[in-house]
Structure formats: C-alpha cells, structure tokens
T-cell receptor, first 113, second 114 residues
Framework: GNSVTQMEGPVTLSEEAFLTINCTYT??????LFWYVQYPGEGLQLLLK?????DKGSNKGFEATYRKETTSFHLEKGSVQVSDSAVYFC????????????FGGGTRLMVKP | DTEVTQTPKHLVMGMTNKKSLKCEQH?????MYWYKQKAKKPPELMFV???????INESVPSRFSPECPNSSLLNLHLHALQPEDSALYLC?????????????FGPGTRLTVL
C-alpha cells in the first residue's frame, strides 16, 4: 500500500534558523507529492507540490525536491519566521487511484523570536 | 474564486440533534471530499464524490450522511452522533478524482458533541 513517514515533532527553532522536515514515502504507483500546512484553528493549505522525479516545488521560501531514488520529499526553508509556526503534513496521491491523499502524521513547527 | 467555504465554523450539538454541515466551491471542480480530523492527527478521509456521485465511502457510520446536490455544493448530515465524533470536519475539492492532483481544503467546521 501507500504510506508517508514524517519526522515527529515538535521541531523548535529560533527565528532565522534553517528548517528541514524529513518525509519519506512508499507507493504502489507513481505518486504526486505534496506539502500542506495547517495554522492553528484553520484548514489545510497547499504549500507546494511535485508531480515527477527531480521536480522541485517551491513557495513562500519553502522548497522540496522529489527524489525517486531515495523515495523522499524533504521540506526546507533557509530562514524561518515566527509566522511559520504551524503543523506541516507531507502527502502523496497515486495516479489513477481516485486521487486519495495519503498523509504523514504531521510535524509541528514552533519558531521562537 | 479559488476558495472552498464551509459553514458553520463552529457547531455544538447534543446526541439527539440533527444538524448539517455545508461546503461550497466555485472552481469548477468535479471531485469533493469530506475528512475528519482529530487533534494532533492528520485528516482521515470519510467520503469522496466524483461528478456528484458518491464514489468512496470509507466505512463511515450511518449517522453521517453525505449529499451532493450539485457540482458546487456538498453537505454532511449529522444525526445521533456520539461524543467521540467531536472533531474538525474538513471539506476539500479537486479538479477530478481520476488522477493525482492537489486538493483544496476549506477552513473546517469544529464540531462538539455533548
């Protein structure tokens, strides 16, 4: 089956620190990969995506590269802000599988001033 | 319009009540989804509608009854819920359900069952 594994949180960083949140996956087909962010009390927002190997998704200073050889999609940001404090979910969807999202467990990020 | 809207934002109901959650999108998407999210957990898929027809029901208890009146609207009717059904209920939409694409989520309805 399909599965997504994320590093457990919380991850606590100081403002302007470098962020990495690890994500690895297993998939029965050829997946598209996503990072979603959930701010406190809100729904999920799509942060970035990648649909094929070696694609790099980027948005708001966040980046993630689809690595087929290591089945990974790690999220990075060079300099975090307090406003980045949220829960981050890695997810995949497999072509021709009803577009069902398989989520990782989520990683809570806390950024301190 | 790139939004998915959900009403109400908060809902408190007793175990004997009947209530409904509403979701709306005007992006022309043909697939819509209901998820349940408990605290500190990822969303769990409940139902998928594709072209206004129920295509996936993830073994959800019958006290949850989905309805898709048209391509823009999705309802979730609630009846005789249990306290453990208290959660954030999220609606999402995507262009289709036939191939992998991002889903767009609404802000959710925070449900409390007393």
């Amino acid at each position: 089956g399909n599965s997504v594994t994320q590093m457990e949180g919380p991850v606590t960083l100081s403002e302007e620190a470098f962020l990495t949140i690890n994500c690895t996956y297993t998939a029965t087909g050829y997946p598209s990969l996503f990072w979603y962010v959930q701010y406190p009390g809100e729904g999920l927002q799509l942060l970035l995506k990648a649909t094929k190997a070696d694609d790099k998704g980027s948005n708001k200073g966040f980046e993630a590269t689809y690595r087929k050889e290591t089945t990974s999609f790690h999220l990075e940001k060079g300099s975090v802000q307090v406003s980045d404090s949220a829960v981050y979910f890695c997810a995949l969807s497999v072509y021709n599988a009803g577009n069902m999202l398989t989520f990782g467990g989520g990683t809570r990020l806390m950024v301190k001033p | 319009d790139t939004e998915v809207t959900q009403t109400p934002k908060h809902l408190v109901m007793g175990m004997t009540n009947k209530k409904s959650l509403k979701c709306e999108q005007h992006m022309g998407h043909r697939a819509m989804y209901w998820y349940k999210q408990k605290a500190k957990k990822p969303p769990e898929l409940m139902f998928v509608y594709s072209y206004e027809k129920l295509s996936i029901n993830e073994s959800v208890p019958s006290r949850f009854s989905p309805e898709c009146p048209n391509s823009s609207l999705l309802n979730l009717h609630l009846h005789a819920l249990q306290p453990e059904d208290s959660a954030l209920y999220l609606c999402a939409s995507s262009p289709t359900s036939g191939r992998a694409s991002e889903q767009f989520f609404g802000p959710g309805t925070r449900l409390t069952v007393l």
